[in-house]
């Protein structure tokens, strides 16, 4: 299958990644949205990775997912710590800096 | 151009992936939106090891969607989060802005990677011993040592930091020991 169909899949993915981080007012969905974005870019570096016939691109996927496996554990915690003293994770109503 | 079933599995797999991402974007209940990603990344996994990368497969498969999903379910089971929203927002007309812009910006991506990029041959049918674990762990110990060594100190760094901001201060620990000890 030609480059193009690996270009386009992953654009696709990035902005509906995009849409579902302005759209969706759930914070986790949020963070999910985000997931779908670090997907789309990770099989852009995975096609290339085969195109070229070079590894680098699937060691930057490997450290991708670590970093992503990291910033959603702190993420959620972040959730769950703002629930505790709101009682909402509705991103529109975590508009004060109080704490 | 490929053989017809080989194109019927690249037509599959782009409409699953791209299925359930729409999926993730309208469903209301936390949950599906959960289970559809679940279906992308498993779909995703898929696609890479049609490109010759089997060890990133796999790793997909064990950390995003059975690792990170995991987490994700969990923090919705816990927190009810399947019930929690509105569902207007709060900027009128803002559905149909992002869906224009959001087509504005993907036909931007395409122009840039496609017509621009200049990438347009298929990439190289995937040999048995590219992507293999060897291979992969080879390069990991050898040029990407330091990188390596540094993905573990940002998980030790991960793991400190949910734990202590889900802990709380003391004040926080007794309050809620109160609360426990008054339900009981």
Do not use: C, W
Not at chain 2, 24 to 36: E, P
Not at chain 2, 40 to 68: E, S
């Amino acid at each position: 299958m030609p480059m193009t169909y690996y270009l386009i899949l992953s654009g696709i993915l990035f902005t509906l990644g995009i849409l579902g981080v302005i759209l969706r007012r759930n914070a986790i969905i949020l963070f999910m949205s985000l997931e779908l974005m670090f997907n789309a870019a990770n099989i852009l570096f995975v096609a290339f990775a085969a195109y070229y016939q070079v590894l680098s691109g699937q060691m930057f996927v490997f450290f991708v997912m670590v970093v992503a496996a990291a910033e959603v554990a702190v993420g959620l915690a972040l959730m769950v710590t703002i629930f505790r003293s709101r009682n909402s994770i509705n991103v529109d109503e975590l508009n004060s800096l109080k704490g | 151009m490929p053989p017809l079933g080989v194109l019927i599995l690249y037509i599959i797999l782009g409409l699953v992936s791209v299925g359930s991402a729409v999926g993730l974007l309208v469903s209301r209940n936390a949950v599906y939106s959960a289970l559809f990603l679940v279906l992308n990344f498993l779909t995703v996994a898929l696609l890479y090891l049609v490109l010759g990368a089997p060890f990133i497969a796999l790793a997909q498969v064990t950390v995003y969607a059975g690792a990170i999903m995991v987490l994700f379910l969990f923090v919705i089971m816990m927190l009810g989060a399947e019930k929690l929203t509105s569902s207007s927002l709060r900027v009128r007309g803002l559905r149909v802005l992002a869906v224009v812009l959001g087509l504005v910006f993907a036909a931007e991506v395409a122009l840039f990677l496609v017509v621009r990029g200049g990438v347009t041959a298929a990439p190289a049918e995937p040999t048995l011993a590219f992507g293999d674990p060897s291979a992969v762990g080879l390069m990991l110990f050898n040029q990407y040592t330091l990188p390596f060594e540094v993905t573990s100190v940002i998980l030790l760094a991960a793991m400190i930091g949910a734990i202590v901001l889900t802990r709380g201060d003391l004040k926080d620990r007794l309050e809620r020991r109160a609360q426990a000890e008054k339900k009981a």
